[in-house]
């Protein structure tokens, strides 16, 4: 069975810092494509960044560039989302996703609250 599960949410003034980790089980991490996304209260669902699996490379949607940083642990299975310098707008439920090779896997999800 294949499983995404995040964790790190919680409530945080703003300007704080919070990590986010996405642990996979049933898949090897090193075989996919990584991807956070968020939704804000009556928002649609945001795409944050994502991190490839062959390159390791990253790209952070342009709201978050400077703050948040994704990382990868393929020996933990674990892929990260560091956020700094967190903002009132940036809280939503945090999702992560896996794909490659025609599958998707979703994560639960993780809520950040960030107050002013």
């Known amino acids: 069975e294949v499983r995404l599960v995040e964790s790190g949410g919680g409530l945080v003034q703003a300007g704080g810092s919070l990590r986010l980790s996405c642990a996979l089980s049933?898949?090897?991490?090193?075989?996919?494509?990584v991807a956070w996304f968020r939704r804000a209260p009556e928002k649609e669902r945001e795409g944050v960044g994502c991190?490839?699996?062959?390159?390791?490379?990253?790209y952070l949607t342009d709201s978050v560039k400077g703050r948040f940083a994704i990382s990868r642990d393929n020996a933990k299975n674990t892929v990260n989302l560091q956020m700094n310098s967190l903002k009132p707008e940036d809280t939503a439920v945090y999702y992560c996703?896996?794909?490659?090779?025609?599958?998707?896997?979703w994560g639960q999800g993780t809520q950040v609250t960030v107050s002013s």
């Open positions: 996703r896996a794909s490659q090779f025609g599958n998707v896997y």
């Open positions: 049933g898949v090897t991490l090193a075989d996919y494509d």
């Open positions: 991190i490839s699996s062959r390159t390791g490379d990253t």
